[in-house]
């Protein structure tokens, strides 16, 4: 039986505690790369399986909507489960699922078999992290969230990358195959390493919350489906947008009034009594909006205004990822020694300088212009993961450890659809915005107009065209420039409003434990 928490006094890095490491590691990395790993292979999933946009677009939607439904219900579960048999079975569920995507057929079955993996996948995240906080002692906290923040934060970026290379290379059944090997090792580490918490042993038999689970499963579930399809539906002029958002409203409404009334909540929103917490949640929400967003708008800037290829695309953000990766392992050693909330006050300044670079990209940005900003988000990232994952649930007793967990993942994976929802959006009305302005300026009365249309005409008047085909021509690739310019000026637009975000909530950063907790007072 392990430990509530572990002790300074009982611990050292033994090899069972590092196989424990290991195959959290690699669920952690299995769940969060395949969040975004099918994206790249859409188009080629399409043409295999005759598929329209809009039904591959499920592929994506429904791992994420089944995913997010059962993150929160993960310390239930396990509670209700068993730790160790959980998890387990989660990554089962998961590598069998991924196989059934790798040998399907048809979208459908390809659907079906994303939401069961989604399902599998939902525990992955929280417990994990739950797992690495009962695996370390107070002082060694920073490093153990360190270890999971390499494949929380790097995983989105490495994503893309990677599933773009197995479908040139191979077919895009191999996104969802090289998770089987991965998946059967994890399994097999758990299921001989892992052991179930004391205060765990004590809370299995309790009664089911069904309704909390249905009010869970339709008000999380249709804000999820609404935050991935809204923009395509053109939002609330769309039936089914309006109908998802009724139906989110009175679901989360009637969860939390349903989970603070009942005896037995299948989620304990009571814990987010806690500040620490509930300052945590909403942060996370916030770094979660700044990483997918990023991420989000960095391969359709470059690949769709810069014309670099998918991989040039991937390669770009690989310098971010490393430095994320290197930060935070100085940043966890660091973090007990100088406290949490300088480092991550520290990393939102480096997030807003990066985000100030990101949004002076222009049309002409190169490598050398695009990659400083990257590194600059990348770092960011380390700063400020292992100081606010530490702070926000260490500082909770142990029982209360998973239910935080669960909320804290939530809240930052809700954060990263939010965010990919409002810049689609930003970026769809800004670029109008921005066309019409340009259009203004460069009509038959602008005299710098005038002269680049007649430029271009000449020149294609050079290349053989009649005068009346050379004009339109001409009118062509102005056009043309001018919806990439309008374009171009709306990720800046995008950029800057994730940099407003972070400066309104910069406040909040200061009310982030000043020193590690366990540090001076034991743990209450």
Known sequence: MAPDLTSEDDYRLDFRRLLIVISVMLAVVLEIIDTSIVNVALPSMMGNLGASLDEA????????????????????????FGRKRYFTTSILIFTFASLMCGLSSSVNEIVFWRIVQGMGGGALLATSQTILIESFPPSKQGVGQAIFGVGAMIGPSLGPTLGGWLTESLSWHWIFLVNVPIG?????????????????????????????????????????????RGNREDWFASNQIRVLAVLAVIGVVGLVYRELTTDDPV???????????????????????????????????????????????????????IATACVMGFVGRLVWRIGPRVIFVFGMLVMLVGLSGMSRWTLASGWDQVIGPQVLRGLAMGCMFVPLSTATLRSLPGPEVAKGA????????????????????????????????????VGPLDPAASQVLGSV????????????????????????????????EAFSDAYALIAVLFLA????????ARHAPGKYAPIE
């Open 505 to 512: 909530m910069l406040p909040l950063g200061f009310m982030i």
């Open 184 to 228: 059967l090792l994890a399994a097999a580490l758990c299921a001989t390493q892992l052991e179930d918490p004391a205060h765990l042993k004590r809370t299995r038999k309790t009664n089911v919350d069904w309704q909390g689970m249905a009010l869970l499963a339709v008000g999380v579930g249709s804000l999820q489906t609404l935050l991935e």
């Open 457 to 488: 005409t000449h020149a294609m008047m050079l290349r053989g065209a009649d005068p009346g085909t050379a004009h339109s021509m001409a009118a062509h690739v102005i056009g043309r420039f001018v919806d990439a310019q309008a374009y171009s």
């Open 267 to 321: 989620i304990d929103l009571r814990v987010l009594r806690r500040r620490t917490l509930a300052v945590g949640c909403m942060l996370g929400m916030l770094m979660g909006i700044g990483l997918y967003g990023s991420i989000f708008l960095f391969p359709v800037f470059s690949q769709q205004l810069l014309g670099w290829s998918a991989w040039n695309s991937g390669l770009a953000i690989l310098p971010s990822s």
């Open 57 to 80: 677009d499920w592929i994506i939607t429904g791992y994420i909507v089944s995913n997010v439904i059962v993150i929160p219900m993960t310390s239930w579960l396990a509670g209700r």
């Open 406 to 441: 669960g909320l804290y993942n939530l809240f930052r994976q809700l954060g990263g659809s939010m965010g990919i929802a409002m810049l689609t959006t930003v970026l769809d009305q800004r670029t109008d915005f921005h066309r019409v302005g340009l259009a203004a300026r």
